[in-house]
């Protein structure tokens, strides 16, 4: 139930059946981290070219599949424009799994547009076939769960946090010192980041905070930051590049250029400075 309340707004704002939350449950069992064998990830399981296609950003450094809360929009808008397609939550969900294309070529070999009677035929896979019939089963399920055999449940607490805007390649560390908080709880809450930072290229990245956090962290950030940017400093030496300095600090030469203004190409000068990012 962490995600429970989070989801079902969405949906119900987007004018989706709030029940379409389950789905979830069948993809990844909530998991913002489950990888699939066939590159699908997070808790919505996008592969990359669909993620895209619906907004997600992917690349090497941020992986928003893996965020719950934008994922979940983007799962949505994918959720619709299957319904849209089909007319039908049945063929919806089911090209959710198989992907609309199969589903279409299904329909026109069974001539039909019943999702049951389609899988009377050869020409879905098991695994679609038998995904509907879970989605139902988990919606009847999470309804009355102690008719069905499931007791003592332990349910998670809603996932509440506060958002905030960084700049480029701003350490998580210095993040949770900031919020005074465990850098555990910053990575559990920001499961999109791919590295122990934010994107370099991005001017500021909304991170997630935990609940009540927010005020002490805009407190604490700005001197913080000040603090540690004239610790990380350079003085260039003869012979120093941009490649050299960034295997020495840890960083890539696209971090240092984005610091410092500069392009992969720049010849550095003995004597200067250079700002060495968290």
Same mark, same amino acid.
């Given at each position: 139930?962490?995600?429970?309340?989070?989801?079902?707004?969405?949906?119900?704002?987007?004018?989706?059946?709030?029940?379409?939350?389950?789905?979830?449950?069948?993809?990844?069992?909530?998991?913002?981290?489950?990888?699939?064998?066939?590159?699908?990830?997070?808790?919505?399981?996008?592969?990359?070219?669909?993620?895209?296609?619906?907004?997600?950003?992917?690349?090497?450094?941020?992986?928003?599949?893996?965020?719950?809360?934008?994922?979940?929009?983007?799962?949505?808008?994918?959720?619709?424009?299957?319904?849209?397609?089909?007319?039908?939550?049945?063929? =919806?969900?089911?090209?959710?799994?198989?992907?609309?294309?199969?589903?279409?070529? *299904?329909?026109?070999?069974?001539?039909?547009?019943?999702?049951?009677?389609?899988?009377?035929?050869?020409?879905?896979?098991?695994?679609?076939?038998?995904?509907?019939?879970?989605?139902?089963?988990?919606?009847?399920?999470?309804?009355?769960?102690?008719?069905?055999?499931?007791?003592?449940?332990?349910?998670?607490?809603?996932?509440?946090?506060?958002?905030?805007?960084?700049?480029?390649?701003?350490?998580?560390?210095?993040? =949770?010192?900031?919020?005074?908080?465990? #850098?555990?709880?910053?990575?559990?809450?920001?499961? =999109?980041?791919?590295?122990?930072?934010?994107?370099?290229?991005?001017?500021?990245?909304?991170?997630?905070?935990?609940?009540?956090?927010?005020?002490?962290?805009?407190?604490?950030? *700005?001197?913080?930051?000040?603090?540690?940017?004239?610790?990380?400093?350079?003085?260039?030496?003869?012979?120093?590049? #941009?490649?050299? #300095?960034?295997?020495?600090?840890?960083?890539?030469?696209?971090?240092?250029?984005?610091?410092?203004?500069?392009?992969?190409?720049?010849?550095?000068?003995?004597?200067?400075?250079?700002?060495?990012?968290?």
């Amino acid at each position: 139930q962490a995600y429970e309340e989070m989801m079902k707004k969405i949906f119900r704002e987007k004018n989706l059946p709030e029940e379409l939350f389950y789905l979830a449950l069948i993809e990844s069992g909530y998991n913002p981290t489950a990888l699939s064998r066939a590159k699908a990830s997070g808790i919505w399981q996008f592969i990359s070219q669909t993620a895209k296609r619906f907004g997600l950003r992917v690349d090497k450094w941020v992986d928003e599949r893996r965020d719950p809360e934008k994922s979940t929009l983007a799962a949505a808008e994918y959720l619709k424009t299957l319904h849209e397609m089909f007319n039908c939550w049945d063929l =919806a969900t089911a090209g959710y799994n198989a992907g609309e294309g199969k589903i279409l070529t *299904a329909m026109k070999k069974a001539q039909s547009e019943d999702f049951w009677v389609i899988s009377n035929h050869r020409y879905l896979k098991k695994e679609t076939k038998e995904y509907v019939p879970m989605l139902l089963a988990a919606m009847t399920i999470a309804k009355e769960p102690q008719k069905y055999g499931f007791s003592n449940i332990e349910y998670h607490p809603p996932l509440v946090y506060e958002k905030v805007a960084v700049p480029p390649s701003t350490g998580l560390a210095l993040i =949770a010192k900031a919020a005074e908080t465990d #850098l555990s709880e910053i990575r559990a809450l920001n499961p =999109a980041l791919l590295r122990e930072k934010t994107p370099p290229n991005l001017p500021r990245f909304e991170i997630n905070l935990p609940s009540g956090k927010k005020e002490v962290f805009e407190k604490n950030f *700005a001197s913080l930051s000040r603090s540690l940017a004239s610790k990380n400093t350079h003085r260039v030496s003869s012979g120093d590049t #941009l490649s050299r #300095l960034a295997k020495k600090y840890n960083v890539t030469v696209e971090e240092l250029c984005q610091a410092n203004a500069l392009t992969p190409q720049t010849v550095l000068k003995p004597g200067s400075f250079l700002k060495i990012p968290q």
